[in-house]
């Protein structure tokens, strides 16, 4: 059974920084593309920035809102994708999911949400 | 960037009736080497993340049922529900995965009349 497991959101003050995870189970995280998408009630769903699988040349891509500021990441031994995120913003208040389609198109596997609060 | 635009932003309908909910993207999205567009429409109930209906704007993801269907190509997309039944209320969502920066519709909310 294929299962994405988010953590690590919470309250974090303008400027600072957090790290989420994202366990997967059910894939080698390194043959497929790993994708984070936000939402908030304001602008809807998000796309924040994906990783490409190993066969595919493992880069990155990131929307201009994040670009320089969020760095997507993997481990391969805990199968596991991150998101860093520095010099945070309210703007970027969120739930944040990770994402994957596994070996098909359109995003079939979402994680369950995680909040990040940015709040002084 | 493309930018995905529904309509209308909110439907109501009567348990049995169709409901159909319209996409259109601000530039084409048809894969050229597959000969497929690149649009996704999602499901999401209150509280749960999105769930994959459709890609290539027609293909069903398995377990949706099927008075559910996705048609349309180019710039206009379409989802249909033929009957529409109480657990499909929730907000759909339209995504294209042509290139990136990859986007979503607005979400339509879809309620029971």
């Known amino acids: 059974e294929v299962q994405l497991v988010d953590s690590g959101g919470g309250l974090v003050k303008p400027g600072g920084s957090l790290s989420l995870s994202c366990a997967v189970s059910?894939?080698?995280?390194?043959?497929?593309?790993m994708n984070w998408v936000r939402q908030t009630p304001g602008k809807g769903l998000e796309w924040v920035g994906r990783?490409?699988?190993?066969?595919?040349?493992?880069?990155?891509d990131y929307a201009a809102p994040v670009k320089g500021r969020f760095t997507i990441s993997r481990d391969d031994s805990k199968n596991t994708v991150y998101l860093q995120m520095k010099s945070l913003t309210t703007e970027d208040t969120a739930v944040y999911y990770c994402?994957?389609?596994?070996?098909?198109?359109?995003?079939?596997?979402w994680g369950q949400g995680i909040l990040v609060t940015v709040s002084s | 960037d493309i930018v995905m635009t529904q309509s209308p932003d909110s439907l109501s309908v009567s348990l049995g009736e169709r409901a159909t909910i319209n996409c259109k993207s601000s530039?084409?999205?048809?894969?050229?080497?597959?000969?497929?567009?690149?649009l996704a429409w999602y499901q999401q109930r209150a509280g749960q993340p999105p769930r994959l209906l459709f890609y290539?704007?027609?293909t069903r993801e398995s377990g949706v049922p099927d008075r559910f269907s996705g048609s349309g190509s180019g710039t206009e997309f379409t989802l249909t529900i033929s009957s529409l039944q109480a657990e499909d209320v929730a907000v759909y969502y339209c995504?294209?995965?042509?290139?990136?920066?990859?986007?979503f519709g607005q979400g339509t909310k879809l309620e029971i009349k």
């Open positions: 530039q084409n999205i048809l894969d050229n080497s597959k000969n497929k567009n690149s």
């Open positions: 994402t994957t389609a596994g070996l098909g198109m359109g995003f079939g596997y």
């Open positions: 995504h294209q995965y042509y290139n990136v920066p990859y986007t």
């Open positions: 059910g894939f080698t995280i390194s043959n497929i593309w």
């Open positions: 990783l490409k699988s190993k066969p595919a040349g493992g880069t990155t």
């Open positions: 290539w704007a027609s």
